[in-house]
């Protein structure tokens, strides 16, 4: 006889639940929320307790509460176990289908009485829109059935055990199950019922499952609308003038749905039993001539891929927390969303049919950690799990197929290949032919309808958009895009603007979804934000579940601006010299009479002069130039920008301003030295080191000098799986980490000090020998540095500039270059010219991990710490109430504390960040190749 829970390591997706149907919120039917505070019990394994908790007798006195949406280790302050991550390999022994004895399961009830006006006649439906991993569900007693799929809805049929008062729900939730080997989603695993629970009520002739078709003749404007409905009824929509039966098609003149051009009609299902309204998009999607287009135009992914996220309440989701993502997708110009790993909230897709997104709609499928053991005994390649991808399948296509958002079906993530996944690609085309499939796994596409990649790098891309790629016909004949690329991992990603330029240039590369939108650390007083290995896991991967364009707390991070920037639907190139400004159309569908033009002229970041700019309302592709006004003065520069009917920012472009390179020295008497020290004009220095006490009446906590180290970024480290050059890991190897100083030689020439100096590695014969030869006048103090490296340099350098310290007083900054944040040399095109100010703790980047950030660029001087700097070239500046080595050493944010010297970084130049810690690593254009080197800096101090 088979034990009670055996269900929990059956392959099959369970028993009992309803086939799967449209989803939707609103309806004429009666409907309860089961959500809130139910009484819970937490269990070690599966089996520590039988099933007389179900029964409605059962006195439940002595149980916790959880919240319900919720996941149980999310609450209780650690009571209730605690969260886990793991990125590829299962936190349990590979043995499919068995998971081990020690399963947390959690026991859930709820009591709930039927409304005063609930129908007494029809039937009810109980639906469970996210359980975590596995559940088996009971009503007033009576056991309904089990079902795995946890991002999935299941529905149980409880009309005939209603009772007015009284109900009790009960629910068993195991965190670990067969279900669990197709859930390897790189992300917290985290038990629990974490999405709604709902009692629909369903009226006799009421509505069961409809299909919205709704297609668009791009050539003619007119749109064509059909409903299948399970149950017979009337379909209108006033707006359109349509009043037909359901399964009737019905052909009129319409404006069609896009991303850019959301357009919705408002309509109708009304059976004899009940009326749901619908919102009607109107598009037709199609591979034709190797493209993907919809309505007629090909268009072009700029888009992310999206967990569901949130610090405290983990993937229970609310409304406005959908709703705030989506806004700030709109709001930094994305267009797409890839669904990773699983079906969203379906609140969210409606969400993307309402403010115009294209979706790629996932299932809920990964078996990544079966790539530990080449891919053997993978579920997707064994006839034992085919019923439950062919469920998991059907669930996310009916659930979700009357979003017009959604333009692919994608089979699922990193699960190798298989008969499995060839059912599922065979199932989704005869269910919903109107889109297409995606599946990034399918090198050779034998079931997928475009050629999906991650990582792949920037010359590889180009090889695949000039057709030299190589590989089967069938791929070589379809589009391509990026499913994941520009891993957003702490500081970066670097290289965005060049993967886009590629995106543009092929007309098959239609571009790419960045990994990923929001940091996952989970909240918390100790770290401020936790990452894997925060709760004491045996197997974790650290912060790599840290790697969003948000931060935790939906912040945008520098890496969300610079994507902003680059994959703005307007370009703006602005020719100072011909006074004109080139105008180009980057959207798919939209002409630009929404948008708004503007300019300003500015001398040094202060605007003298502003006016606005008539552009023609150019059409996709198109491009004008644009003459502007003269201005007064010829010593300044031009921003242009683009302004949406609500003021905001679209788009901008400035015309670029050469830094004239001051090679003159300052001369000032200075004296012999006495007692030790050295005046030269308002500077005094140590006659035997060289080193720069003060200026006028600002004394130095720490002399200028030279600065190779940086504290590594995630994409400096790279990733453990790689092969190729991970710099952070060949800096510390030939220790840039704990470089040595060494005088050669303090010598005074007529008006100037010069300090000759070596610096390198211990164990190492290579170094850097650094002149810095001082000048100065009456008010002003001019450093020159001259570099020269020495050996066998065969890695490039992390920074090259100068550090100083300065005591802690006034802590703002002002400065006239790039911002107003961060950039380095692959990752400044949102650095925008300007005047700026802060104050020193903003300057700071609060990546989850700490590492290398605040880089401000192109800054011709700055005003901080009592003091003007003004460099030549232009430099980067960081400052920060920490050293580099302390920044190193921190890996989580509260480790840093602020000290008493203030910690300023002038840097020549920097390397580049690249993409690393998943994908590629820096370009070659954007490393910092050990050379000779001479750049200065002139200090003064301020009134």
Same mark, same amino acid.
């Given at each position: 006889?088979?034990?009670?829970?055996?269900?929990?390591?059956?392959p099959?997706?369970g028993?009992?639940?309803?086939?799967?149907?449209?989803?939707?919120?609103?309806?004429?039917?009666?409907?309860?929320?089961?959500?809130?505070?139910?009484d819970?019990r937490?269990s070690?394994?599966?089996?520590?307790h039988?099933d007389?908790?179900?029964?409605?007798?059962?006195?439940a006195?002595?149980?916790s509460?959880?919240?319900?949406?919720?996941?149980?280790?999310?609450?209780g302050?650690?009571?209730?176990?605690?969260?886990?991550?793991?990125?590829?390999?299962?936190?349990?022994?590979?043995d499919?289908?068995?998971?081990?004895?020690?399963?947390?399961t959690g026991d859930?009830?709820?009591?709930f009485?039927?409304?005063?006006?609930?129908?007494?006649?029809?039937?009810a439906v109980v639906?469970?829109?996210?359980?975590?991993?596995?559940?088996r569900?009971?009503?007033?007693g009576?056991e309904?059935?089990?079902?795995?799929?946890?991002?999935?809805?299941?529905?149980?049929?409880?009309?005939?055990l209603?009772?007015?008062?009284g109900?009790v729900?009960?629910?068993?939730?195991?965190?670990?199950?067969?279900?669990?080997?197709?859930?390897?989603?790189?992300?917290?695993?985290?038990?629990?019922?974490?999405?709604?629970?709902?009692?629909?009520?369903?009226?006799?002739?009421?509505?069961?499952?409809f299909?919205?078709?709704?297609?668009?003749?791009?050539?003619?404007?007119?749109?064509?609308?059909?409903?299948?409905?399970?149950?017979a009824?009337?379909?209108t929509v006033?707006?359109?003038g349509?009043d037909?039966?359901?399964g009737?098609?019905?052909?009129?003149?319409?404006?069609p749905?896009?991303?850019e051009?959301p357009?919705?009609?408002?309509?109708?299902?009304?059976?004899?039993?009940?009326?749901?309204?619908?919102?009607?998009?109107?598009?037709?999607?199609?591979?034709?001539d190797?493209?993907?287009?919809?309505?007629?135009?090909?268009?072009?992914?700029?888009?992310?891929?999206?967990?569901?996220?949130?610090?405290?309440?983990?993937?229970?989701?609310?409304?406005?927390?959908?709703?705030?993502?989506?806004?700030?997708?709109?709001?930094?110009?994305?267009?797409?969303?890839?669904?990773?790993?699983?079906?969203?909230h379906?609140?969210?897709?409606?969400?993307?049919?309402?403010?115009?997104?294209?979706?790629?709609?996932e299932?809920?499928?990964?078996?990544h950690g079966?790539?530990?053991q080449?891919?053997?005994?993978?579920?997707?390649?064994?006839?034992r799990?085919?019923p439950?991808?062919?469920d998991?399948?059907?669930?996310?296509?009916?659930?979700?197929?009357?979003?017009?958002?959604?333009?692919?079906w994608?089979?699922?993530?990193?699960?190798?290949?298989?008969?499995?996944l060839?059912?599922?690609?065979?199932?989704?085309?005869?269910?919903d032919?109107?889109?297409?499939?995606?599946?990034e796994?399918?090198?050779?596409?034998?079931?997928?309808?475009?050629?999906?990649?991650?990582?792949?790098?920037?010359?590889?891309?180009?090889r695949?958009?000039q057709?030299v790629?190589?590989?089967?016909?069938?791929r070589?004949?379809?589009?391509f895009?990026?499913?994941?690329?520009?891993h957003?991992?702490?500081?970066?990603?670097?290289?965005?603007?060049?993967?886009?330029?590629?995106?543009?240039?092929?007309?098959?590369?239609?571009?790419?979804?960045?990994?990923?939108?929001?940091?996952?650390g989970?909240?918390?007083?100790?770290?401020?934000?936790?990452?894997?290995?925060?709760?004491?896991?045996?197997?974790?991967?650290g912060?790599?579940?840290?790697?969003?364009?948000?931060?935790?707390?939906?912040?945008p991070?520098?890496?969300?601006?610079?994507f902003?920037?680059?994959?703005?639907?307007v370009?703006?190139?602005?020719?100072?010299?011909?006074?004109?400004?080139?105008?180009t159309?980057r959207?798919?569908?939209?002409?630009l009479?929404?948008?708004?033009?503007d300019w300003?002229?500015?001398?040094?970041?202060?605007?003298?002069?502003?006016?606005?700019?008539?552009?023609?309302?150019?059409s996709?592709?198109?491009?004008?130039?644009?003459?502007?006004s003269?201005?007064?003065?010829?010593?300044?520069?031009?921003?242009?920008?683009?302004?949406?009917?609500d003021?905001?920012?679209?788009?901008?472009?400035q015309?670029?301003?050469?830094?004239?390179?001051?090679?003159?020295?300052?001369?000032g008497?200075?004296?012999?030295?006495?007692?030790?020290?050295?005046t030269?004009?308002?500077a005094?220095?140590?006659?035997?080191?060289?080193?720069?006490?003060?200026?006028?009446?600002?004394?130095l906590?720490?002399?200028p %000098? #030279?600065? +190779?180290?940086? $504290? !590594?970024?995630?994409?400096?480290?790279?990733?453990?799986?790689?092969? *190729?050059? @991970? =710099? &952070?890991?060949?800096?510390?190897?030939?220790?840039l980490?704990?470089?040595?100083?060494?005088?050669?030689g303090?010598?005074?020439?007529g008006?100037?000090?010069?300090?000759?100096?070596?610096?390198?590695?211990a164990?190492?014969d290579?170094?850097?020998?650094a002149?810095y030869?001082?000048?100065?006048?009456?008010?002003?103090? %001019? #450093?020159? +540095?001259s570099? $020269? !490296?020495?050996?066998?340099?065969?890695?490039?350098?992390?920074?090259? *500039?100068? @550090? =100083? &310290?300065?005591?802690?007083?006034?802590?703002?900054?002002?400065?006239?270059?790039?911002?107003?944040?961060?950039?380095?040399?692959?990752?400044?095109?949102?650095a925008?010219?300007?005047r700026?100010?802060?104050d020193?703790a903003?300057?700071?980047?609060?990546?989850?991990?700490?590492?290398?950030?605040?880089?401000?660029?192109?800054?011709?001087?700055?005003?901080?710490?009592?003091?003007r700097?003004e460099?030549?070239p232009?430099?980067?500046?960081?400052a @920060?109430?920490w050293?580099?080595?302390?920044?190193?050493?921190?890996?989580?944010?509260?480790?840093?504390?602020?000290?008493?010297?203030?910690?300023?970084?002038?840097?020549?130049?920097?390397?580049?960040?690249g993409?690393?810690?998943?994908?590629?690593?820096?370009?070659?254009?954007?490393r910092l190749?050990?050379?000779?080197?001479?750049?200065?800096?002139?200090f003064?101090?301020?009134?």
């Amino acid at each position: 006889m088979p034990t009670s829970i055996d269900y929990v390591t059956d392959p099959s997706p369970g028993h009992g639940a309803l086939p799967p149907r449209a989803w939707y919120a609103d309806s004429s039917a009666n409907s309860v929320s089961l959500n809130g505070t139910w009484d819970f019990r937490l269990s070690a394994t599966a089996d520590a307790h039988d099933d007389s908790f179900a029964s409605p007798a059962y006195d439940a006195d002595g149980w916790s509460s959880v919240s319900v949406p919720g996941h149980w280790v999310m609450q209780g302050d650690g009571a209730f176990g605690a969260p886990a991550y793991t990125n590829v390999l299962y936190p349990f022994p590979v043995d499919p289908p068995r998971v081990p004895d020690e399963n947390p399961t959690g026991d859930h009830l709820r009591v709930f009485d039927l409304p005063g006006d609930w129908p007494g006649d029809g039937s009810a439906v109980v639906r469970f829109d996210g359980v975590e991993s596995c559940a088996r569900v009971w009503l007033n007693g009576t056991e309904l059935g089990e079902f795995k799929g946890s991002r999935l809805p299941h529905e149980f049929e409880v009309g005939h055990l209603l009772a007015p008062t009284g109900n009790v729900l009960a629910v068993r939730v195991h965190q670990w199950s067969a279900g669990s080997y197709l859930e390897d989603q790189d992300q917290w695993w985290l038990p629990g019922i974490f999405r709604d629970v709902t009692l629909l009520h369903r009226p006799t002739g009421g509505v069961r499952d409809f299909f919205t078709h709704a297609s668009y003749e791009h050539t003619t404007g007119l749109g064509t609308l059909r409903v299948d409905s399970d149950v017979a009824g009337r379909i209108t929509v006033p707006e359109l003038g349509v009043d037909v039966p359901t399964g009737e098609p019905v052909t009129v003149a319409v404006e069609p749905w896009t991303a850019e051009t959301p357009r919705l009609y408002d309509g109708e299902l009304a059976t004899a039993g009940e009326r749901v309204p619908l919102r009607i998009g109107f598009r037709t999607v199609e591979l034709s001539d190797g493209l993907i287009k919809v309505n007629g135009t090909p268009i072009l992914f700029k888009g992310v891929n999206r967990h569901e996220w949130h610090p405290e309440h983990g993937r229970a989701l609310d409304l406005e927390t959908m709703r705030r993502d989506v806004e700030l997708m709109k709001a930094h110009n994305i267009n797409a969303v890839r669904t990773s790993h699983y079906p969203p909230h379906p609140a969210f897709l409606a969400l993307c049919d309402e403010y115009g997104l294209w979706v790629i709609d996932e299932c809920d499928l990964e078996t990544h950690g079966f790539v530990e053991q080449g891919w053997r005994d993978n579920p997707v390649d064994d006839e034992r799990w085919t019923p439950a991808l062919l469920d998991r399948a059907a669930r996310t296509v009916e659930r979700d197929k009357n979003h017009p958002s959604i333009v692919l079906w994608s089979l699922g993530n990193e699960a190798g290949t298989g008969r499995g996944l060839t059912a599922m690609a065979e199932w989704i085309r005869a269910r919903d032919p109107e889109r297409l499939v995606h599946y990034e796994g399918d090198i050779n596409c034998r079931d997928t309808d475009v050629y999906s990649r991650m990582y792949a790098d920037h010359a590889e891309v180009e090889r695949i958009g000039q057709g030299v790629d190589g590989g089967p016909e069938k791929r070589r004949r379809l589009p391509f895009i990026q499913c994941e690329y520009a891993h957003a991992m702490g500081n970066g990603p670097g290289g965005l603007a060049d993967y886009q330029r590629l995106f543009e240039k092929y007309e098959r590369l239609q571009g790419g979804f960045v990994w990923e939108w929001i940091d996952h650390g989970v909240a918390d007083e100790r770290h401020g934000y936790a990452y894997g290995g925060d709760f004491g896991e045996e197997l974790h991967d650290g912060n790599f579940v840290c790697d969003g364009l948000l931060f935790p707390d939906r912040t945008p991070s520098p890496g969300l601006i610079e994507f902003k920037k680059v994959i703005e639907p307007v370009r703006i190139a602005v020719d100072g010299a011909a006074g004109t400004v080139q105008v180009t159309n980057r959207y798919d569908f939209r002409d630009l009479s929404h948008l708004a033009f503007d300019w300003t002229y500015e001398v040094e970041g202060e605007a003298v002069e502003r006016g606005t700019l008539t552009v023609p309302p150019l059409s996709p592709g198109e491009t004008a130039d644009v003459k502007l006004s003269a201005p007064a003065t010829s010593d300044g520069y031009w921003t242009v920008r683009a302004l949406d009917g609500d003021g905001r920012e679209v788009a901008w472009g400035q015309n670029s301003v050469a830094v004239v390179r001051n090679t003159a020295t300052l001369f000032g008497g200075h004296t012999s030295p006495a007692d030790g020290v050295i005046t030269l004009g308002p500077a005094t220095f140590d006659a035997r080191t060289g080193d720069l006490r003060a200026i006028g009446d600002v004394t130095l906590a720490s002399a200028p %000098r #030279l600065d +190779v180290w940086r $504290a !590594p970024t995630d994409n400096d480290d790279g990733a453990s799986w790689q092969s *190729g050059e @991970r =710099l &952070g890991l060949l800096w510390r190897k030939f220790g840039l980490h704990r470089m040595q100083h060494r005088v050669d030689g303090v010598e005074l020439d007529g008006a100037a000090l010069t300090v000759r100096t070596r610096v390198g590695p211990a164990s190492r014969d290579i170094g850097l020998r650094a002149n810095y030869r001082w000048t100065a006048d009456e008010r002003r103090l %001019r #450093l020159t +540095v001259s570099v $020269a !490296p020495e050996g066998d340099w065969r890695i490039p350098l992390p920074r090259l *500039g100068v @550090r =100083l &310290g300065l005591p802690v007083g006034d802590l703002g900054v002002r400065w006239f270059g790039g911002g107003p944040g961060e950039a380095y040399p692959d990752t400044r095109d949102a650095a925008r010219l300007g005047r700026w100010e802060s104050d020193v703790a903003a300057l700071h980047t609060p990546y989850v991990r700490p590492q290398e950030n605040g880089a401000r660029a192109d800054v011709r001087w700055a005003e901080l710490g009592g003091l003007r700097i003004e460099g030549e070239p232009a430099y980067a500046l960081t400052a @920060r109430r920490w050293t580099t080595q302390q920044l190193d050493a921190a890996t989580h944010r509260t480790d840093l504390t602020p000290g008493d010297t203030l910690w300023v970084h002038l840097d020549h130049s920097q390397q580049g960040i690249g993409t690393q810690s998943c994908g590629p690593g820096v370009l070659p254009q954007y490393r910092l190749t050990p050379g000779p080197a001479e750049f200065s800096f002139t200090f003064e101090q301020l009134a």
